[in-house]
């Protein structure tokens, strides 16, 4: 069983880097009248490719499910779901092309069942509906495309530089796209609610309209920093700790959140039961 290489470690410079960068959008909405629906976008494209990435990339893992005790479960699986998927033959590898490892068939089941996690990346539209589809620029179309740049390399460097679909289930592999969206999730109900009604209360204690005034002078986008400041923060906080999860070896904190619930642990003592039965 191989170990996970050592990378530099992340540190406070890193820290502040990934902040600023993703702190950045929030200062091009004040001060070079960026769209916040724009910003959205791209943001929740990225979130899309990212679910997409890893379900490829299941199709690739080699090794069985495991889900006894497990705390997190993604879409479509729950603890009774392991009668379902007991492989107890050898997987039959499919070689699509001679530059890739074989895809697996039985990995199709998972993926296809792991894609209901789309109904949590189809809650944030309901309420902007098909005016979304205004918000589809050029300039996003851009931005989407470096995004879907950013996120193959970034899965290609995760799962594939070092043979990691040796050893990983495909659940593994879809799990980590899913922690991703739930987190998400959590800080996007943690944040409308509570803005929301701070944005009431604050325009009833000072004076009926006083918003519409800020809207008229400084622009409407400026209305919505309050919602786009905590999805940004998230979003600094995911993808920090998504690197210390994937650098360190023993990562605490938001990242341990990230890591997972690693079946390898599980699969290394079953072979050194056999090695030593």
């Not at 690739?60 to 497990?70: H, K, Q, S, V």
């Amino acid at each position: 069983m191989s170990s996970r290489s050592r990378l530099p470690p992340t540190g406070r410079s890193t820290l502040a880097i990934v902040v600023a960068t993703n702190l950045l959008p929030l200062a091009g909405v004040v001060g070079f009248g960026w769209r916040v629906g724009e910003l959205l976008a791209v943001y929740w494209i990225e979130v899309a490719v990212l679910v997409i990435a890893h379900s490829a990339a299941a199709m690739f893992a080699e090794r069985p499910i495991r889900l006894e005790g497990r705390s997190f479960y993604i879409t479509g699986y729950d603890e009774g779901a392991e009668r379902d998927e007991v492989w107890e033959r050898e997987p039959e590898p499919i070689r699509l092309v001679s530059w890739l490892p074989p895809i697996y068939r039985r990995n199709f089941r998972v993926v296809r069942r792991s894609l209901g996690v789309f109904v949590f990346l189809l809650f944030p539209l309901v309420g902007v509906g098909w005016d979304a589809l205004s918000y589809l620029t050029p300039t996003v179309g851009v931005a989407a495309f470096g995004v879907c740049g950013a996120q193959v390399a970034e899965v290609r460097q995760e799962f594939f530089a070092e043979r990691a679909y040796e050893e990983r289930s495909p659940y593994m592999v879809v799990e980590a796209a899913q922690r991703v969206v739930f987190f998400y999730f959590v800080v996007g109900m943690l944040t409308v609610v509570p803005v929301t009604f701070g944005i009431f209360v604050i325009e009833a204690a000072l004076a009926p309209g006083v918003l519409d005034g800020v809207a008229d002078a400084a622009g409407v986008e400026v209305l919505l920093l309050p919602y786009l400041f905590p999805i940004a923060l998230g979003k600094a906080l995911v993808e920090w700790s998504r690197r210390r999860a994937f650098r360190e070896d023993d990562p605490d904190g938001v990242a341990t959140w990230f890591t997972g619930e690693d079946a390898r642990r599980d699969w290394k003592k079953d072979e050194e039961s056999v090695g030593d039965g």
